[in-house]
Structures are given as C-alpha cells and as structure tokens.
C-alpha cells in the first residue's frame, strides 16, 4: 500500500484511515502546477514488479492523448486549430525559403531534455530539408550550450538575460523567425528571457511550449532579474488574444510518472507537437503524400479493442481510409483578417480568460490532416507498450546490473536511434543522482553523426567520448558481469548501423556482459528478415512492430518516438527497483538550478511530515555538510546551488535530518553508507 502519515502530503493525496488514495480531481485554485503533482495512476510503481511498472508507464502515458481531468488535450479542437495554424505558418516560411525569397529561420529551445528534443528535432528537419535539396533553416538553443546535450548542467537554466541574448544571436540575419520555447512546466527561466525578447521584435512568430495552465507558471523571482516567468508568460498569452504572432501552446497530460520529471510525458508531447506542425508543413510544401509518413490506405484499422484499459478512445477524425494529398500550392493563408475569435469553457475554465483562441472561418479549421498525424502517434504508442514482457526483460536486465556498486548501462545504436540512448543516458544524473558514468549512450559515428552545433566535443572529456570506437576503447575492455549492452536497432537496411558495429556487436557478445536488442520494425517485417539482427547470446531480444514505419529521408519519424517511450521506461524501471524513487517520488534528484531547489524542498517536507522552513533547514545541513547553518541561510539560492553540486544523496541526507531519524550530519552520512537501497531509508 502506498501509505504516508504526512500532513504535507495530504495536499495532494487524500488520506483514508492507514491508506492514501489518490486525489482524482484538481482545482485551478491550487498553487502546485500540475506537472508537479504526484500521478495517482502511479501512485505503487515502486511495489510492483518489472512488468507491473512497464504496464504503469503505458496507463501513465495514455494521458498525453487522452489529456488530464477537466483541461484540453491535444485532441480538443482548441488546440488542433493552434497546431493547423502553427503549420501553416510553418509551411509558408519554408516555401518562401524553397522560392529564395527568404532568410526565414525556425528556432526550437529549452533547458534540460527540451534542449535535447530541441536538438534532434531541428537535426530531423534539417536532415530531410537536405534530402530534398534544400538549405537547412532550424536551429537549436538550449541552456549551457552543447556540454548540455550530454551532462548535468542544469544552473544555466537560471539566467534569462543570457537565453534572450543567446535567441538574439542566431536569429540576428533571419528575415522571418518562428520561434519555439519549450519549458515543459512553464518554470525555466532561460526559456523566459527568450520569450521576453522575441514577442516584442516584429520579425518573430512566438510560441510558448508547456504543459500547465499559464496561471499555473513559475512565480518566484530570479536573481538578475526583474520578472518571473508567470509576468512574461501571461504577457504572451494575453498577446496571443490579439495577435497571430503569439501562441501558447499548452495542452495538459497530467501529471508525470514520476513526480516532477518531464523528461517522460513533457518531452514526449513535445515531440509529438513538433513533429506533428513540421510533417504537416513539408507535406504541404514538398508535394508529399501524407500516406508517405503514416502509411497507406491499407494500414491496420484502430480498433476500441487494441486499446490498453486508460488510453483514449479514437475520435471520429481517425486517419481516414485515403490520407489527404497535400500541395505545395494550396498552403493557406491563416492572418487575423479571415479569423475571428470565439471563447469557451473548457471543465472549470474559462478560455477567454485563458486566452485560449479558438479560430473560426478559417482554413486552420480543417483538422483533418493534423488529426491524422496525431492518431498515427497514437497508434504508435500503442504499438510501443505491446511487448509488455519483452520491454519488462530487458527493463530487468538493466536494474539487476545498477543494481550491483559497480554496475553499468550502455545504449549502442546508430543515427538518431544511437542518440535517442544517449538523451536517455544523459537525463539520469539530474533525475536519479546516478553517477556520470553509470548509465552511457554511444552513437555510431560519434559526434559526426550528431548534427550539434559546436561540433566535436571529445576533448571536452571521457563523458563526451561517445562513438562506436570510443565504446571499443574505453568500455570494452572492462565490461563485466555486472554490465548491460542495449544495442538500438531498425529492420530497414541504413538505420540500424549493425554492419558499421560489426567486430564491436561480436565482441559484446562474447564478453561477461549481459547483452539485449532492441529493434524497431514494420508490421510487414518477416521473422527471417531479422534473423541477421539476433543471435541466442543476447539475454533478451525485443522487436516493436509499429504499424507503419516512416523514414522520410532516413529520419524514422514515429519510430524514435516509439523508442522513447520504450527507453523511458527502461531507465525509468530500473533506477526504480534500484530504489531511487519512493512511491512515485524521486528521491536522490540532484540540486542543480533554483527550480530543483525549490522541488527538493518540497520533496524532504512531504516524506519528512514538516514545515517546508524545517525542509529548507535539513536540505542546507546536508549540502554544507554542516549541523548549525545559519551562516549560510542568507546566502543567495545560486550560492546552495553551487555548493549542492559537490556533493553526493543530498536529498536522502536531508530526508533523515528533516524526519527525526537522525540528528546529525555525521550519524546521517553512516546510516546512509550502510544502506541497502534508498528507498528503505524512507520507509
């Protein structure tokens, strides 16, 4: 049962004599964003078994479809009409540039994983643009540059004068930019300096990408500057009333797996969003059939009985048997002169005070090839959590090794499926306080198949070593029985990169590691076409058979999506049943930005049954290391920020101090030395 006797608690979950039941409704009166709220469907992910946490994720991630409570979803007409007129912006940007009658740039940015969907987005598009024939026009930003894309570096998140001046740099020649900013909680402040800067230059389209009510957004103030991002967002919606250069694009999936941590569900959706505006849009300028990305008018029919228990139901705008052509020459016009606006209510809010746009009368009301595209993604989600048992083997296979103190494990794969494993790796410091080296992606051509911006970073250190011959070099050689390999694969020759891997698959194979596959393919794929991809030395082989497979100029559209979501739950699973996480709350986050600040404090008073005051105080014990810290509690946040950084379990340290368990630091650390796992410290 997932039983807590704490008042702090109780904010979020309703106590029932000795067991907490999940609060199944929210009020937009209360102060907690959503993506910071436990998820009830979740609530026992850490009592279950592997399979039982796999199926968890599924129900779990059916909310970014069927959306959360009373708030719209991405299926609610609303926020279709947004994405229709998004596109066709899109669109008439690309023709433009196709036509050389423009300079116009497409910029995607965000802190942390929406840095790095960022990044494989813009790669994405600019790989297919190059397919086509044409200049590539995206861009990404992401707090910290590029070290970012692989390490923690979560303070540079803090500083918006730096995002505006960051935006301001790439976009200086642009005629036309189209600007996204990603910030999954509506809390980066990185994001809102940009946001700030763009929707006052007359050259930008602005959207704001996040998944909570805009009265809902960070509110506390930064150092080094003079708003938060509550003002800035609120400012952008209220433009948006008026203006078809301002749009918050917010669509609500509830809250995450594991409390707080929108690299799941809030990367998720933004991939989605992303691809979804962006397919649509080279679809009407490149002349290319919709049934090219989401297969032909023989593609499997959805029906309600393939759906998993929570998933939503289908609308009735499913992908119709023939998929609309579009042409490059129908790209409509979608400017203020042919829309009026209209306002609803959407459960308790009223959207007008929300300034959610509905648009009438306008070509941005036929959702029919937007819808398509989402109902693929839906298919394709659905597809993912097939294989229960096969993702549950492999799920077990990593947690038995991280388990052990010397455990590891490596994701191998190449093109964007390699870097699919190295965002995933890359994301479990912050999320888990595993150590840099414990959980590893490599790519297959290394930083030259990454498409960054800065280039090669392999000097910048081991951690930035990340080819298929920095693995032989650095990995091989020590692999043990205490480390996995997951090598990420596709059935279509050119995506998989095994002929490139080669000696290195050979070699795992033969050494003590515990070795898995994970291959993505089409419904049409034999069993003898993958002979040449398996081989009985893996512990586990995992074939997802999506639907359709579209790799449209080699860029597996919706099967990076599908291999998301299934690394997701893998790493998510395994730090699980390692014990990092206590009921669905993380519980050795590492403190590394004033947002994590704040969420930690939070953490320690809900499992520690205390005032947040007491919180703050055992949070700062436990960075300084020190039981009296009254020294230090007038320092800035970027001070604690600077000092939590070096150090190691500071929220479990904290947990004893604010619990009771322990009454000092010294006698905290032991206990914590002695430990089997995290998790039984709090119980």
Not at 22 to 32: C, D, F, K, N
Not at 57 to 86: E, M, V, Y
Not at 290 to 311: E, F, K, Y
Request: net charge negative.
């Amino acid at each position: 049962h997932y039983a807590r006797s704490t008042e702090s608690r109780a904010r979020s979950l309703r106590l029932t004599g000795d067991q907490y039941v999940p609060r199944l409704s929210y009020s937009p009166q209360m102060a907690t964003r959503i993506t910071e709220l436990p998820n009830e469907l979740t609530a026992n992910i850490d009592s279950v078994d592997a399979a039982g946490i796999v199926r968890l994720l599924r129900q779990s991630d059916a909310q970014l479809f069927a959306g959360w409570g009373a708030h719209p979803s991405i299926n609610d007409a609303a926020i279709l009409t947004k994405i229709s007129c998004l596109a066709v912006k899109a669109a008439t940007l690309l023709k433009e540039n196709q036509q050389k009658e423009g300079e116009n740039v497409f910029v995607f940015s965000g802190c942390g994983t929406s840095g790095r969907i960022a990044w494989i987005c813009s790669r994405a598009y600019n790989r297919l643009l190059h397919h086509l024939g044409n200049k590539p026009c995206f861009h990404y930003l992401t707090s910290g540059g590029d070290v970012s894309l692989i390490i923690s570096n979560e303070l540079p998140e803090d500083d918006p004068p730096q995002g505006a001046r960051d935006l301001e740099a790439i976009t200086r020649d642009a005629q036309q930019v189209m600007f996204f900013g990603v910030t999954c909680g509506l809390s980066a402040p990185y994001v809102a300096g940009q946001i700030d800067y763009a929707m006052h230059q007359s050259k930008f389209t602005t959207v704001l990408i996040g998944f909570n009510p805009v009265t809902l957004a960070r509110d506390t103030r930064i150092e080094k500057w003079h708003r938060t991002c509550k003002d800035v967002f609120l400012e952008l919606e209220e433009l948006s009333q008026r203006s078809e250069k301002a749009v918050v694009l917010n669509p609500i999936v509830g809250p995450e797996p594991i409390t707080g941590s929108t690299r799941m569900k809030g990367g998720s959706m933004t991939e989605i969003l992303l691809d979804t505006i962006f397919t649509t849009a080279f679809c009407q300028v490149f002349d290319i059939p919709l049934q090219q990305l989401i297969g032909s008018s023989n593609s499997p029919t959805h029906h309600a009985h393939s759906i998993p228990s929570s998933s939503p139901t289908l609308h009735a705008h499913s992908i119709p048997s023939s998929s609309p052509t579009l042409h490059a020459h129908s790209i409509p016009s979608c400017s203020p002169a042919h829309t009026t606006r209209s306002h609803a209510v959407v459960g308790n809010q009223d959207t007008s005070k929300a300034a959610v746009q509905v648009f009438r009368h306008s070509p941005c009301d036929d959702h029919t090839t937007i819808a398509s595209v989402i109902d693929s993604f839906t298919s394709v989600y659905q597809a993912a959590y097939r294989p229960v048992e096969g993702v549950a083997s492999l799920l077990s296979l990593a947690a038995d090794c991280l388990r052990h103190p010397n455990g590891h494990l490596y994701y191998v794969g190449a093109n964007t499926f390699g870097i699919l494993g190295l965002i995933d790796s890359s994301e479990m410091v912050d999320t888990y306080g595993s150590a840099p080296e414990e959980v590893r992606g490599f790519v297959v051509g290394g930083w030259r198949d990454c498409g960054n911006q800065e280039g090669d970073l392999s000097d910048k250190g081991p951690f930035f070593r990340i080819s298929h011959a920095h693995f032989s070099e650095d990995v091989l050689p020590r692999l043990s029985a205490h480390d996995c390999v997951i090598f990420l694969g596709s059935s279509l020759a050119g995506c998989d990169g095994s002929g490139l891997l080669g000696n290195v698959t050979e070699r795992v194979l033969s050494s003590p590691a515990h070795c898995g596959l994970l291959i993505v393919a089409d419904m049409q794929t034999t069993e003898a076409a993958l002979a040449h991809l398996a081989d009985r030395r893996y512990c586990s082989t995992v074939l997802l058979r999506l639907p359709f497979y579209s790799a449209l100029g080699k860029e597996p559209l919706f099967a990076g999506f599908a291999l998301k979501l299934v690394l997701n739950a893998i790493s998510t699973g395994a730090n699980v049943m390692k014990g990092r996480v206590y009921g669905n709350t993380m519980i050795n986050l590492t403190v590394a930005n004033d947002k994590l600040f704040f969420r930690s404090v939070d953490i320690i008073s809900d499992l520690s049954a205390c005032h947040s005051e007491e919180a703050r105080d055992s949070l700062l014990r436990a960075i300084y290391q020190q039981d009296h810290v009254e020294k230090h509690q007038l320092l800035p946040v970027s001070s604690h920020i600077t000092a939590a950084t070096q150090q190691n379990m500071v929220i479990p340290l904290a947990i004893l101090l604010a619990s009771g368990q322990c009454s000092t630091v010294a006698e905290a650390v032991q206990v914590i030395s002695e430990a089997r796992s995290l998790r039984t410290l709090v119980k």
